[in-house]
């Protein structure tokens, strides 16, 4: 078991290059199965998730192989039709490979997927959605039996929430279905426009993806070499860190436009935000931030639900009251209870988080119990006076390659510790 160990309270100091977005390479690595031709990826972070995809690629008998920062990957040859309960519980992304399934075995065997346990996660509108485009789908237990013998048509389908998960799984489907499919009421995240990019680069029709409105006339797919969009959630969390800790970071290699919302409120806060250009953005904090007031997450464009714990950390030393609704997830602010060990003042009910910020945190043991909490935890941990442990790890290497090393290239004291297993017992974790 391991820890990340913090010593807090360094300002942070230096220039990051962003790393691609884990939201987009996980549903591309699955639209590449609508292909029986070769796909590369180019810059595929080393994460754990991009991990449990190329596990699920090889069970699916289309393994890639990473050649330094690209995967690449071939199915050429017949799909397979199950994915092992292990890697549907591992995380919420497995259920991208449903619709690719469909459209290349006829049929998929699969259990409900897994993820961070941010409250209740259906995919119904997953499966409405493929259903109307002729998919037969059955539930028993929790085990899915979704057949296409005939394969998938065309449809007109309005979603009742702009779901992400959803959007993505439908554009897939429909990219290989016979017709012409509109999706109504989609997700409008950079993700989903750049899963239709792929699509496109791979001979796809996708029109519209960034509105909540998609036309996707279906067809056959081939292969492709792609670049998939930076990481808006990885620069915001550096973005937060560098307010609560004060100094001066440049992000690289970050489109101003998806975090546009953290940098007006990280500028209300008191930090100075410039962007230099197209993909480059300059913050200046000294750490003294002013609270916020009322806010809440909401779908894209609005601010984003991943983002909402990595503020929340940095305003837990901001002068004044900062009350955060969350909109999307039921359990997004499992973090609020590690926060308080550190000293915090907070108060959790449901989905509304209130931080009456303090004058200093203080290092503390603490468990990251899901990806984006645990981001928040180091956050915290960071700006906090004395030595932090961070357990949990796990759940962090999701989403980030090396939270730690990213840190470090700023000045923080941060690095990866063996914990002790009598240790754990003791504390009861
Ligand atoms: N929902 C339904 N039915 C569905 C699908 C979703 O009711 O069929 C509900 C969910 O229960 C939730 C809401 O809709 O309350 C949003 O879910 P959505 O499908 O939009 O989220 P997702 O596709 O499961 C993606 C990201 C999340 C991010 C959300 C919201 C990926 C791999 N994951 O999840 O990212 O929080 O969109 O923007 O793209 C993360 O990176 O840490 C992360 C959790």
Sequence with gaps: ??????????????????????????????????????????????????????????????????????????????VGDTVPRPLMAAMRSSIYYLAPMLVRAGRARLSFPGGCRLGARPIDIHLEGLTAMGARVTARGDLLECDAPHGLHGVRFHLRFPSVGATETLMMAAAAARGETVLTGAAREPEIRDLANFLNACGGRVTGAGSSKIVIRGGRLHGCAYTPIPDRITAQTVLCAGAACGGEILLERVPFEPIRPMARLLTQAGCRLRRLDHDRVELVSDGRLTALGTLSTGVYPAFATDAGPLLAAAMLTARGTTRLRETIFTNRFGCAKEFARMGADL???????????????????????????????????????????????????????????????????????????RETTAAGR
């Design 347 to 421: 108060d959790c009910r449901g989905n509304l988080l209130s931080i009456r910020g303090v004058p200093a945190l203080r290092g503390a043991r603490v468990e990251a119990g899901d990806l984006r909490g645990g981001a928040a935890l180091v956050i915290a941990a960071l700006a906090a006076q004395g030595e932090s442990r961070i357990s949990g790890v796990e759940y962090i290497r999701r989403g980030y390659e090396d939270i730690g090393e990213m840190f470090g290239a700023l000045g923080a004291a941060i690095g990866r510790s063996a914990q002790p297993e």
């Design 1 to 78: 078991m391991e820890e990340i160990l913090v010593h807090g309270g360094r300002p942070l100091f230096g220039k990051l290059e962003m790393p691609t977005a884990k939201n987009s390479i996980l549903p591309i690595l699955a639209a590449a199965v609508l292909t029986r031709d070769a796909v590369c990826i180019h810059r595929a972070p080393f994460l754990q998730d991009v991990e449990t995809s190329m596990q699920l690629l090889a069970a699916l008998g289309c393994p890639a192989v990473r050649a330094g920062q690209d995967l690449l990957l071939s199915c050429d040859g017949p």
